[in-house]
């Protein structure tokens, strides 16, 4: 077997399945992702899709997307609307979609198969009482009074049980195992309850539900799922999974292989806490752009391709860690680099008269969209006599090593020429208002001093070409690198108040401002963002995807 080594990189379960196939166990290689519809997909999921798709691909495969929908308490049409287009988005292509609940017949058929076999009974106790006889590591459970009731009484109670004629809770049934085995999971596992809930998909048409445990592997076997790929949690579940399969007449043997979930710092990746966050309107959705939720990240910014390179550069162990949120914003800084057209922005405007440039016209200088992309053109920008600057751009009682402007001093404006500092102009407060400056036309472009050097570049836009804009400055949601972590302390907690910072009066070239929703930039010396779809072309919204440096680092690294 060779493969194209474009095709992600290699692990172990990649080296296990390129042994099985050399070995000749499989002829095709088939995997699925399995959400539940119960929240949106996060930056966890995205492991596990890459995994999961890129493994298939890799063989030549194929993926499914099952959706796990046993608990219909909390599942929602919305949930699975917004999973396949995050899925999509990620760049892959599932070869069919299912739901556990296509196969609730053939469970139900296989649920009684068990009874008649004497493999599983209906337990007619409470909850409370089958959990007192769990057991625990070190005593073994004890058996349940109805574990020997007869099958053809317990088949008749399960079909009444499908029938509707009992209330929530009445029985349950359950797998008959082994009530001592070292495994709690064995201890005989519950494999479906009586629910009077009514379902996205199936309606009212069942009112007993299949355990995840019971549905998953029988749903991974119909599909001739070959490796059935899942977060470590599963492992102890696995030998349940193996004795389901071992005692059913399914059609295939699909093997469970565990990996290590993903957690990153300064981040909650679980959908019961990111369900809180919206709920309790901490954020302002699931799309919120500080969310680690796909849809969060990408409406922040953050591209497809750079969550791919992430995934693909963390690897696929069997060993926790802890991934820093830097390494993805790395990834994404590499690919916007790459792709995003140039602009200048002014978040915090602070007024340039240019004394010499004439009153009322406007000269258009070109400037490179892109300047280590010739081939992404150039652009036109609007040079008129008033501009605006960074307000931090200028600094009055400057230090030696201030390089931008400074009262007599020089600076080059960015795509244009340079210009000095003759006059600043204050209100009575105090509070400087403008600048008064005038232009060297000796190093426009293409003039014999377009060459000179001074030591500062700042950014700037036309006063009256540019756009007001809405920017919105992203940062860490939480303030600790655990916010799970201290269970003394609920993670909310440590919410960062900074987490957003809306600058209402900002300034962008007029291209700019015709971006669509998703487009991104880099603001030149500010970092990449992207529009927002709160935007409108009179005023447009932007959000930081992500700074053109790490901050976070460094502040670490002092010890902060
Ligand atoms: P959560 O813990 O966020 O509630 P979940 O496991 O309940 O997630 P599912 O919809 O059941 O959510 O997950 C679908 C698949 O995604 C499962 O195979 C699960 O193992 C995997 N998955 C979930 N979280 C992560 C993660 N942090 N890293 C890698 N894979 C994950
Ligand atoms: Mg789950």
Excluded at 64 to 86: G, H, S
Excluded at 426 to 450: F, I, N
Excluded at 453 to 461: A, C, F, L, P, R
């Amino acid at each position: 077997m060779t493969e194209p080594d474009i095709q992600g990189p290699t692990h172990f379960i990649r080296n296990r399945i390129r042994k099985e196939l050399d070995a000749g166990q499989y002829q095709q290689i088939v995997t699925r992702f399995p959400p539940e519809p119960n929240g949106y997909l996060h930056l966890g999921h995205a492991k596990s899709i890459a995994l999961n798709f890129s493994v298939a691909e890799a063989f030549g495969g194929h993926t499914n997307l099952r959706f796990d929908d046993t608990n219909p308490a909390k599942e929602e049409q919305r949930y699975i609307d917004a999973i396949k287009e995050d899925v999509r988005w990620l760049g892959y292509t599932w070869k069919h979609e299912r739901h556990a609940s296509d196969y609730f017949e053939q469970l139900y058929a296989w649920a009684l198969h068990l009874i008649d076999h004497g493999l599983a009974y209906v337990d007619s106790q409470d909850a409370e009482s089958i959990r007192a006889q769990r057991g625990t590591l070190t005593e073994p459970g004890v058996e349940s009074p109805f574990r020997n009731r007869p099958s053809e009484e317990s088949r008749d109670l399960f079909q009444r049980m499908r029938a509707g004629e009992f209330a929530d809770g009445a029985h349950v049934l359950r797998a008959k195992i082994d009530m001592a085995s070292g495994n709690i999971n064995l201890r005989d596992p519950v494999i479906y309850r009586i629910r009077h809930l009514t379902h996205p998909r199936t309606g009212d048409q069942w009112c007993i539900y299949p355990s995840y445990d019971y549905a998953h592997g029988q749903s991974d076997a119909i599909e001739h799922i070959t490796h059935s790929l899942c977060t470590l949690e599963f492992e102890d579940h696995r030998p349940l999974y193996e004795w389901l399969l071992a005692h059913l007449p399914v059609p295939s043997h699909p093997v469970q292989i565990e990996f290590s979930r993903l957690n990153l710092d300064f981040t909650v990746l679980s959908k019961r806490r990111l369900t809180r966050l919206v709920d309790e309107g901490h954020v302002s959705g699931w799309d919120d752009p500080r969310m680690p939720t796909l849809a969060g990240v990408r409406r922040r910014g953050f591209t497809p391709e750079a969550i791919r390179t992430f995934c693909a550069e963390i690897g696929v162990t069997k060993s926790d860690s802890i991934i820093p949120f830097g390494v993805l914003e790395n990834a994404l800084r590499n690919d916007l680099n790459e792709r995003a057209p140039r602009t200048m922005a002014v978040l915090r405007p602070l007024k340039l008269v240019l004394t010499n440039f004439p009153e009322g016209e406007t000269e258009w200088l070109d400037a490179a969209v892109h300047p280590q992309k010739p081939d992404m053109g150039t652009r036109r920008v609007a040079m008129t006599r008033e501009i605006y600057i960074e307000a931090d751009d200028f600094m009055e009682e400057a230090p030696k090593k201030f390089f931008r402007l400074k009262p007599g001093g020089e600076v080059r404006l960015r795509n244009a020429f340079i210009i000095r500092c003759d006059e600043v102009i204050k209100d009575t407060g105090g509070q400087v208002v403008e600048l008064r400056c005038s232009l060297d036309p000796d190093t426009r472009s293409g003039q014999p001093g377009a060459n000179r050097k001074v030591k500062g570049t700042i950014h700037w836009v036309s006063a009256v070409h540019s756009v007001q804009t809405e920017v919105r400055l992203y940062d860490r949601l939480f303030q600790v690198p655990d916010p799970a972590g201290d269970k003394a302390v609920d993670f909310t907690e440590h919410l960062n108040p900074e987490s957003l910072v809306v600058i209402p009066d900002a300034r962008i070239e007029p291209e700019t401002a015709k971006a669509r929703p998703g487009d991104s930039f880099q603001f030149e010396r500010l970092g990449y963002f992207a529009a927002d779809p709160d935007g409108t072309p009179e005023r447009p919204v932007f959000n930081r995807a992500v700074t053109l440096r790490d901050t976070w680092a460094k502040i670490e690294g002092q010890g902060a």
